[in-house]
């Protein structure tokens, strides 16, 4: 079993409730596009060029992480989730703030309802890496259900 398949089992066993399973398709999306938001709007230094932001770096280490399983099919599918959210970031800039802060805050507080509905706690409290795995089991049960 590889790694991935590892940490997409154990994901999967604090996700069974239907009810639990369709708060994450909607908040874990939600959640990626207001943290890269939150974190292009800090401030970063004036020499910069625009595009570059903390959002850039969280990006690039997101897809080092995911680039670490060797799987081309993952790879490309987090390229083509993360891209454009990004792409829109970039067009709402500078309006999107306040904007992200209200998706970051209501997707967790549903994110944790789903798990007092499911009854278990959510698996990045045992490692932090569930927070970028967290989309990788949203895309696969929208697009492929084998990996």
């Not at 079993?1 to 996700?15: D, G, I, Q």
């Not at 280490?61 to 390229?79: C, E, H, Q, R, W």
């Not at 993360?82 to 998706?103: G, V």
């Amino acid at each position: 079993m590889s790694r991935l398949e590892k940490y997409l089992n154990v994901y999967a066993k604090s996700h069974q409730n239907p009810t639990n399973i369709l708060i994450h398709k909607f908040c874990v999306p939600s959640i990626m596009f207001s943290v890269l938001g939150l974190l292009k709007a800090m401030p970063v230094p004036e020499s910069w060029p625009l595009w570059l932001d903390w959002s850039f770096f969280a990006i690039l280490g997101a897809l080092i992480f995911y680039a670490s399983f060797k799987n081309l099919k993952v790879f490309t599918m987090m390229v083509l989730f993360i891209l454009p959210q990004a792409l829109l970031l970039e067009y709402l800039r500078p309006r999107f703030f306040l904007l992200c802060l209200f998706i970051f805050i209501v997707a967790w507080i549903f994110q944790f309802i789903g798990h007092k509905i499911e009854g278990k706690k959510p698996s990045f409290f045992t490692d932090l890496f569930f927070l970028l795995i967290g989309p990788i089991w949203v895309m696969k049960s929208f697009l492929s259900p084998k990996i």
